[in-house]
């Protein structure tokens, strides 16, 4: 099921877990969402392919994978993506540079970004570290 011009439903489904990651009408609908207000309008821009390293999580495998309980994953909210030849600096700050309608955008380790769509529209700019085996998140963009 094709989103958008270059995003369809399969890649912002998809996981190596080998678990069930089906999304109910209403996830769907927030994929949709995301795509269509920011993953396709960023690769609009770019001219470059946006790569999804995840998006929805079905509860098993964000679980799998030590998401929270409460992440935007969960949803359909949220996407970790990654442009080849970009650093993932450059990616979040070209998303807050769009002023796209994102509620969180944190760039995650210094390989990729995670970003959000959500009812809050807080406009959150994080950088995430890792300091003594946790993640520390870290206001605005850091590297």
Same mark, same amino acid.
């Given at each position: 099921?094709?989103?958008?011009?270059? @995003?369809t439903?399969?890649?912002?489904?998809?996981?190596?877990?080998?678990?069930?990651?089906?999304?109910?009408?209403?996830?769907?609908?927030?994929?949709?969402?995301?795509?269509?207000?920011i993953?396709?309008?960023?690769?609009?821009?770019?001219?470059?392919?946006?790569?999804?390293? /995840?998006?929805?999580? /079905?509860?098993r495998?964000?679980?799998?994978?030590?998401?929270?309980?409460?992440s935007?994953?969960?949803?359909?909210?949220?996407?970790?993506?990654?442009?080849?030849?970009?650093?993932?600096?450059?990616?979040?700050?070209?998303?807050?540079?769009?002023?796209?309608?994102?509620?969180?955008?944190?760039?995650? @380790?210094?390989?990729?970004?995670?970003?959000?769509?959500?009812?809050?529209?807080?406009?959150?700019?994080?950088?995430?570290?890792?300091?003594?085996?946790?993640t520390?998140?870290?206001p605005?963009?850091?590297?």
């Amino acid at each position: 099921m094709r989103l958008t011009t270059n @995003f369809t439903l399969a890649e912002l489904t998809v996981t190596t877990t080998g678990l069930p990651n089906t999304p109910t009408p209403a996830e769907v609908a927030h994929l949709a969402a995301l795509a269509g207000k920011i993953l396709q309008p960023l690769r609009d821009d770019l001219r470059r392919p946006v790569l999804v390293n /995840s998006a929805f999580r /079905s509860e098993r495998v964000n679980r799998a994978v030590g998401g929270t309980a409460t992440s935007q994953h969960r949803l359909g909210q949220a996407a970790d993506i990654r442009v080849d030849g970009m650093t993932s600096r450059a990616l979040a700050q070209r998303i807050i540079d769009l002023r796209l309608p994102f509620d969180q955008v944190i760039e995650e @380790f210094g390989r990729w970004v995670h970003v959000s769509l959500g009812p809050r529209h807080r406009r959150q700019v994080l950088t995430a570290t890792s300091s003594g085996g946790r993640t520390v998140y870290v206001p605005g963009l850091t590297r």
